[in-house]
């Protein structure tokens, strides 16, 4: 049996991670860490930020004044991790070199798992998501296009750019000519498989998993300082009632930038806003939160980087009970671990990962609101 359940779990690890490929979706869009070093929970991980270096004239026989380099970083910390368990007893655990049992239940472990990678990323990034092409129904070939303009203005990087939509969007965007002329493209893949495909410069793909914001219940707050200049984030605020949420979408009488609260607050207090004010606010300008809406997200690869790294394992793991494999998916860097322990005459499966990450560059993100 024990020779059995080595075979088994170094094929279903391998298995796990292909499986988890395919299904984490938006894990494979973004950016990742590569870094293959064996890691705890709630280990940090610096991602570096580039800084700019402006382009300067220049004149024969002058130097240039070198530009200083001011590196900045974001912090990612590895604290989600996961596990999906399931029990086998002594009878289905003779079936499982069959292939029949195993599988399946080992295929539905990793799919919550996958929907619990794709939720942290999608959460995280409409989070941080304060551009908005903000429309009732985005299924017209202008709302796409607003939405890339969007990336254009922020200037992001034209190369990796996606668009997730959820269900209902993807189902009302195949009915639109610019995705069924394919005869126009060449391309038959997109019909046939009932994807989107790529169009006007966007990887756009379903997700099941967007979700829905709820926004807060604020009402009637206003600003309350006269020394909001341009490029202020802590904007302190009086009056209101209701609560105002971290990701809820704002606007301040006067002007049309949209911003996304970082930081939010429940009556007066202070709010953190990003990007910065575009420009200055007066005191006592009316603030509007955007209502609940669908946040289908257009973004550049590098906007966000998704960490997920192996476990650190015990050297000896049989002398507490278990069997532990590991492994790397070598495409997607996805790392998945399997544990097998023996309780009670049955059998115990744990698929578990460990993950992290954070939006590094806000900045390449928009929202195509619904």
């Not at 429309?135 to 034209?158: C, E």
């Not at 893949?189 to 756009?204: A, N, S, T, V």
């Not at 980087?305 to 492994?327: H, T, W, Y």
Request: charged share 20%.
């Amino acid at each position: 049996m024990a020779n059995t359940l080595t075979n088994v779990m170094e094929i279903m690890v391998s298995l796990g991670v292909a499986s988890l490929r395919q299904n984490a979706i938006v894990a494979r869009l973004v950016n990742t860490d590569k870094n293959r070093e064996a890691a705890e929970k709630n280990q940090l991980i610096r991602v570096p930020v580039p800084s700019a270096v402006p382009a300067q004239n220049v004149t024969p026989g002058s130097a240039n004044t070198p530009t200083d380099l001011a590196p900045t970083g974001v912090d990612i910390t590895l604290d989600q991790w996961k596990e999906a368990r399931f029990k086998l007893s002594d009878r289905e655990l003779s079936e499982v070199e069959s292939g029949r049992i195993l599988p399946m239940a080992a295929d539905e472990g990793v799919k919550s798992l996958a929907n619990a990678v794709d939720s942290f990323i999608l959460t995280k990034m409409k989070n941080r998501a304060y551009s908005v092409r903000d429309t009732t129904n985005p299924v017209a070939v202008a709302d796409i296009t607003s939405v890339r303009k969007l990336l254009n203005q922020t200037l992001a990087p034209v190369a990796d750019r996606r668009l997730i939509v959820d269900p209902t969007v993807e189902e009302e965007m195949l009915r639109l000519d610019a995705f069924r002329d394919l005869d126009k493209t060449g391309q038959t893949d997109p019909l046939l498989e009932g994807i989107l495909g790529r169009r006007f410069g966007l990887d756009i793909g379903m997700d099941q998993n967007l979700a829905t914001h709820t926004a807060g219940t604020g009402s009637g707050y206003l600003t309350n300082s006269a020394a909001l200049t341009a490029g202020v984030k802590a904007i302190p605020v009086d009056t209101g009632t209701g609560t105002i949420l971290e990701g809820d979408i704002i606007t301040f009488a006067g002007h049309t930038q949209t911003y996304v609260v970082t930081t939010g607050v429940s009556g007066a207090g202070t709010l953190q806003i990003y990007p910065g004010l575009v420009v200055g606010v007066a005191d006592n300008v009316a603030i509007t939160v955007k209502a609940t809406h669908n946040p289908n997200l257009a973004f550049q690869k590098n906007a966000f980087c998704f960490a997920m790294r192996p476990l650190r394992i015990d050297p000896n793991p049989e002398m507490l009970g278990s069997n532990i494999a590991q492994a790397t998916d070598p495409i997607s860097g996805l790392t998945l671990r399997v544990e097998v322990i023996r309780v009670n005459k049955e059998t115990i499966w744990s698929y578990d990962c460990l993950y992290g990450g954070e939006v590094v560059r806000p900045e390449l993100l928009a929202r195509l609101c619904d």
